[in-house]
């Protein structure tokens, strides 16, 4: 094993949208049995974007809170990576928007990462790797998780919606959570599972392949992690990617069964070593990029301080497909840091939707990627302050 300095996550912040759907109202207008959605797929509520709530203004509100809340600056970063799936663009990058709206400094890395639900990961993992390799020479990383999840109205994955983003500070000395770097286990197969052809803005997905792809994904990645780092500690608590609740718990019986354990020792094992991650999760929905995010943050904020220096998995999956697991540890005074975020604040604000305004801002869709540029923006030169007004950003 190389000798890395200590690399990973060091302040963690969200962005909701400002309306959730309660699931059981759309089960009932969708004529299905509540139950389905609540213990068979293990979902609450669906997150729904507003057409000033994209991946742009979300991805910007999280990492506008993170600087508030963390105490970095935007002058301390040297690379911006945005993953998404639902970018507003086909060629200028998500995190070109952001450099503008954050005022990063001008020498600075930006770029999108697109891979799915996998995006994020490629941005965090590639983020860890800068530093590691000497480029970062002292400045941190910001990796912004964001998008707006969107299947066809009345579809068997409509109540897997959500929409929201996760910013994440990447720096040396890490007080969240230290990564194991170089460490990772991985597994990549070309599969048509869930994907979105140009112009279409809901995804296709061909739903019950798609688990069976994840959990084939988890067994590579997973496998190939533990002949890499499958000797050290016990894994306290794994995070796992959340397309919704049960697809959790699923991955933690087909995980621990390689490990030669029986479903109900899984199952019993769940109620604590994975549950906890899911609370935000539930209340959001499918962020795709962000889910894994969603999952840590949700678990941080329920028991970083019982968790401090403990060891804890986290996987990844992107569909199409790539996945990764590894593993980090919780800092040793990771629990007043995420007092201090306060990481589930953003969701004081938000309110329920009926399903008929859900599904009205969902007709608007397709106006909103046919949107006018910002004024001044044909010239390459809109104002930050026309940008702030046309993306409708917190102040
Ligand atoms: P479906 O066909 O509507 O559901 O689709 P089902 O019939 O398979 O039922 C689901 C579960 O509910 C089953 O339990 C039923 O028994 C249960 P399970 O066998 O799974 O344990 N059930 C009930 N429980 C209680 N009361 C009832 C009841 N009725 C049934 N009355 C599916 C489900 C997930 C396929 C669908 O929602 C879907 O297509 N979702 C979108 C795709 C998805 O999320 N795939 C997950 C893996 S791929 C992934 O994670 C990548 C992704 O995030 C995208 C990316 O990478 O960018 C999606």
Redesign the pocket.
């Known amino acids: 094993r190389h000798d890395f300095p200590r690399i990973g996550i060091d302040a963690i912040a969200l962005a909701v949208p400002r309306r959730f759907v309660e699931l059981t109202e759309l089960a009932e207008a969708r004529g ?5 959605y ?4 293990g979902t609450r509520r669906m997150a729904i974007a507003a057409p000033d709530e994209d991946p742009i203004t979300l991805g910007a509100n999280a990492a506008r809170r993170l600087f508030q809340r963390s105490g970095a600056s935007p002058a301390d970063i040297g690379l911006c990576v945005v993953g998404t ?1 639902t970018a507003v663009d086909h060629a200028k990058p998500a995190a070109s928007f952001l450099h503008g709206l954050l005022g990063l400094p001008s020498a600075c890395r930006v770029f999108e990462a697109k891979h ?3 995006g994020g990961t490629a941005g965090l993992l590639n983020a860890v790797d800068w530093i590691a390799s000497g480029s970062a020479r002292g400045r941190a990383a910001l990796v912004v998780c964001s ?1 707006v ?1 969107r ?1 066809a109205l009345g ?6 919606q959500g929409a929201g983003a996760v910013a994440l500070l990447v720096r040396e000395r890490p007080r969240l959570v230290e990564i194991e770097v170089g460490q990772t286990g991985t597994y990549a197969r070309d599969v048509y ?2 994907w979105r052809p140009l112009h279409h803005k809901e ?1 296709l ?4 392949y ?2 069976q ?2 959990l084939d994904a988890l067994a590579g990645a997973y496998g190939d992690w533990r002949r890499v780092a499958g000797d050290g500690d016990p894994l306290a608590r794994t995070c796992y ?4 609740g ?2 959790a ?2 991955a933690h019986r087909h995980r621990l069964a390689m490990d030669g354990l029986t479903e109900q020792a899984a199952d019993e094992s769940f109620a604590v070593e994975v549950e906890p991650s899911l609370d935000l999760p539930s209340r959001i929905g ?1 962020i ?2 962000g ?1 894994l995010y969603l999952a840590l943050a949700s678990l941080l904020n329920a028991e970083a301080r019982a968790l401090e220096g403990q060891r804890v998995g986290l996987f990844s ?5 790539c996945a990764e697991f590894f593993a980090g540890r919780i800092g040793p005074e990771a629990g007043a840091l995420v007092a201090a975020l306060e990481i589930d604040a953003p969701l004081d604000g938000c309110r329920r939707a009926s399903v008929a305004e859900y599904e009205a801002l969902r007709q608007g869709d397709e106006a909103a990627d046919r949107r006018p540029a910002p004024e001044g923006a044909e010239r390459g030169g809109a104002s930050l302050d026309s940008r702030v007004v046309y993306l409708g950003l917190d102040s």
């Open positions: 299905i049995a509540p139950s389905k609540l213990t068979g797929l799936e799915a639900c996998f998008d999840a299947y579809s068997a994955g409509e109540p897997t599972d869930f995804a997905v061909d739903g019950h798609s688990v792809c994840y990617h959340v397309p919704y049960k697809m718990r699923k499918n795709y990029t889910s999956y992107g569909s199409g497909c």
